[in-house]
């Protein structure tokens, strides 16, 4: 589905991505790992081409997405993406914040989107909260939110920055649960986080990404249970 090739990205001389090659598979649970600065957003980012790469190529679906010629609103529609601070609207209802994009992207009539908004609001337990406004929220409910909010555009894949890395201690549970329901609805996933847990157990594969490289990919037994590099081994001594 996504196919990354000698994907490089500099901010003014400083080179956070070094060459990244990886490839994401339909139904894929991909998480990522490591330490603090080793080019994780930007990666992310340079997936739905929030960022710019320097050079290398992302292909999404058999379309070279890279190419300068392409519609990125377009392709961006195809992939959700969820933030660490949520992002949300703060002056829309909850149900406005869900429908405001598939309906001005004339994806679905309001009534249609209202409809299906309320569905997924169900899904996650939030149904009561339609006309309540962001500010009215815990952080886990609006992190939730901000996932349904993704998902109202039918995404083919999402992409989560740190989802729980906000919330109190209390409220990581309820995302992650969220998160894991996503999975095991076939959803393919790419998501950085610092929850092992997840990692283990959500992850069909999990990825160690380490100066601007992505140094060691494996299935999450493996990668937990006898992690190759000496920099993963001193990662996993500090987080486990
Ligand atoms: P991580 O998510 O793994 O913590 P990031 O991808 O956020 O790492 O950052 C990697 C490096 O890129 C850091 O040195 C950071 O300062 C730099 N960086 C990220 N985004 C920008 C930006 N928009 N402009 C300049 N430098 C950036
Ligand atoms: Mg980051």
Known sequence: MIIVKELHK????????????YHVHQGEKIV??????SGKSTFLRCLNLLETPTRGEIWF????????????????????MVF?????????????????????????????AKENALKLLARVGLKEKADAYPSQLSGGQK???AIVRSLAMNP?????????SALDPEMVGEVLDVMKELAESGMT???????????????????????GNIME?????????????????DFLSKVL
């Open 10 to 21: 500099e901010f003014e001389g400083n080179h956070v991505l070094r060459g990244v090659n």
């Open 32 to 37: 990522i790992v490591g330490p603090s600065g």
């Open 61 to 80: 679906d058999g379309q070279l997405i890279t190419d300068p010629k392409v519609n990125i609103d377009k392709i961006r529609e195809h992939m959700g």
């Open 84 to 112: 660490q601070n949520f992002n949300l609207f703060h002056n829309l209802s909850i149900i406005d914040n869900i429908t405001l994009a598939p309906v001005k992207l004339k994806l679905m009539g309001k009534e249609e």
């Open 143 to 145: 992190q939730r939110i």
């Open 156 to 164: 083919r894949v999402m992409l989560f920055d740190e989802p729980t």
């Open 189 to 211: 996933m790419v998501v950085v986080t610092h929850e092992m847990g997840f990692a283990r157990e959500v992850g069909t594969k999990v990825l160690f990404m380490d100066e």
């Open 217 to 233: 990919e494996n299935t999450p037994a493996e990668f937990f249970n006898h992690p190759k590099c000496e920099r993963l081994q």
